[in-house]
């Protein structure tokens, strides 16, 4: 009995996508930092444009590490779009924003572990490892989600414990609630 070749190119074609298939593939949604030596698009913006200004004197002497009079102002220039005083606006510092002092302070008032992230980090994964330590699947797949599962909060049930106890909810619908029908509950 012969194969025609037709049949011999589709079990061809089939063989080659069951080992495309196969390949190693990395499941990092979930994780927002970047990886890799290339920039971060949302990071990147474009300086002020270069102008000569009307008296060379009436330029700053140069500080290290102060600001450049090239360097975004987003805020100030939103302030000025809008008919404010854009002047008025404080550059913000590297570090908390100003109004956050405070919150940055009480947060701290019992000393910073330094490290703290690095640590968190080995935690996590060692209790990833752990949770998900008796599954086998023939597909690679992120655990991520199943590992903390149970520490997942059920927006529809605390939205009603809330209504229960009388706390007004105006951001929520009225009618709120839980539809198991909807895609991807």
């Given at each position: 009995?012969?194969?025609?070749?037709?049949?011999?190119?589709c079990v061809?074609?089939a063989?080659a996508?069951g080992?495309?298939?196969?390949g190693?593939?990395d499941?990092?949604?979930h994780?927002?930092?970047?990886r890799?030596?290339?920039p971060?698009?949302?990071?990147?913006?474009?300086?002020k444009?270069?102008?000569?200004p009307e008296?060379?004197?009436?330029?700053?002497p140069?500080?290290?590490g102060?600001?450049?009079?090239?360097d975004p102002?987003?805020?100030?220039d939103?302030v000025a779009?809008?008919?404010g005083d854009?002047a008025?606006v404080?550059?913000?510092a590297a570090g908390a924003?100003?109004?956050d002092g405070?919150?940055?302070?009480?947060?701290?008032r019992?000393?910073?572990?330094?490290g703290i992230r690095?640590q968190?980090?080995?935690e996590d994964?060692?209790?990833r490892k752990?949770?998900s330590r008796f599954t086998?699947?023939?597909?690679?797949?992120d655990k991520?989600?199943?590992?903390?599962?149970?520490?997942?909060?059920?927006?529809y049930e605390?939205l009603r414990?809330?209504?229960?106890?009388?706390?007004?909810?105006p951001a929520?619908d009225?009618?709120?609630?839980?539809?198991?029908n909807?895609?991807?509950g």
């Open positions: 009995m012969t194969v025609s070749p037709i049949a011999k190119r061809l074609l063989l996508l080992l495309a298939a196969c190693e593939r499941i990092t949604l994780e927002l930092r970047v890799g030596d290339g971060e698009e949302f990071a990147i913006v474009p300086p444009p270069l102008q000569t008296s060379f004197d009436a330029l700053p140069p500080t290290p102060a600001a450049n009079r090239t102002t987003p805020e100030a939103a779009a809008l008919g854009g008025r404080a550059p913000r924003a100003a109004g405070a919150l940055v302070s009480y947060a701290a019992n000393g910073v572990q330094p690095a968190l980090a080995a994964l060692e209790f752990r949770a086998w699947q023939l597909m690679r797949e991520y989600y199943d590992a903390y599962e149970r520490f997942a909060i059920d927006p605390v414990l809330f209504r229960r106890a009388g706390v007004r909810t929520a009225p009618t709120e609630e839980r539809n198991d909807r895609v991807g």
